[in-house]
């Protein structure tokens, strides 16, 4: 089993819908979790940190849920822009260990 | 503002040569790491380094060697290349205050090996 899981997709919306995308870690000495986009042949680019009590930026809100070790992100008013890769991340305290998701393919139609 | 500079963009080598693989930062963090990217893998850590003067192994070490030569660089080095390292590679940096703290990444390098 993977540490870091995500659902790979891709996940196909409309314009202007919601859509949540979860991710699953197994080791319970992860303690720093981050959302990051990645678009075709680019490089990964932080999309928010996750903290323990939820947090939100705008359109996007992230969720830790630490008893059943999954992480959220939730995309809110979908744009065209939004489509791209995401990628979960969780790291251990000092270790330096971070360990990716495989990423979520996420595609906006008009 | 560069951030984090990888050199270089392409390479196509030959099995059983060998290359290094450079990069630079700029925004003085303490830590980088060196990744590969595979479809369908997500990226797995090869080596990172937390500080200066400090090297440890990542989740596919096997194949490569690094040098953390100062605050600012650390290489990657093939030293004989097989096909199975055609990848992309990036490498990423970060800092410590108190927690860590998410990292930056470079533009990536795409290797083929023949």
């Known amino acids: 089993r993977k540490e870091v899981e995500q659902d790979p997709g891709p996940f196909n919306v409309p314009e202007g819908a919601t859509v949540a995308f979860n991710c699953t870690y197994s080791?319970?000495?992860?303690?720093?979790f981050f959302w990051y986009r990645q678009d075709c042949r680019k490089e990964p680019k932080l999309l928010m940190s996750?903290?323990?009590s939820g947090n939100e930026d705008g359109r996007f809100t992230a969720q830790l849920n630490r008893a059943s070790q999954y992480i959220s992100l939730l995309i809110r008013d979908s744009k065209l822009s939004d489509s791209a890769t995401y990628l979960c991340?969780?790291?251990?305290?000092?270790?330096?260990?971070?360990?990716f998701g495989a990423g979520t393919r996420l595609f906006v139609k008009a | 503002n560069a951030g984090v500079t990888q050199t270089p963009k392409f390479q196509v080598l030959k099995t059983g040569q060998s290359m290094t693989l450079q990069c630079a930062q700029d925004?003085?963090?303490?830590?980088m790491y060196w990744y590969r990217q595979d479809p369908g893998m997500g990226l797995r850590l090869i080596y990172y380094?937390?500080?200066?003067?400090?090297?440890d192994k990542g989740e596919v070490p096997n194949g490569y060697n690094v040098s953390r030569l100062n605050k600012r660089e650390f290489s990657l080095r093939l030293e004989s290349a097989a096909p199975s390292q055609t990848s992309v590679y990036f490498c990423?940096?970060?800092?410590?205050?108190?927690?860590?703290?998410?990292?930056?990444f470079g533009d990536g390098t795409r290797l083929s090996i023949l």
């Open positions: 990423a940096s970060s800092d410590w205050q108190g927690a860590f703290q998410p990292q930056h």
């Open positions: 080791n319970s000495a992860s303690q720093s």
């Open positions: 996750v903290y323990s």
């Open positions: 991340v969780g790291t251990n305290t000092g270790g330096f260990k971070t360990i």
């Open positions: 925004m003085n963090h303490n830590s």
């Open positions: 380094s937390a500080s200066e003067g400090t090297t």
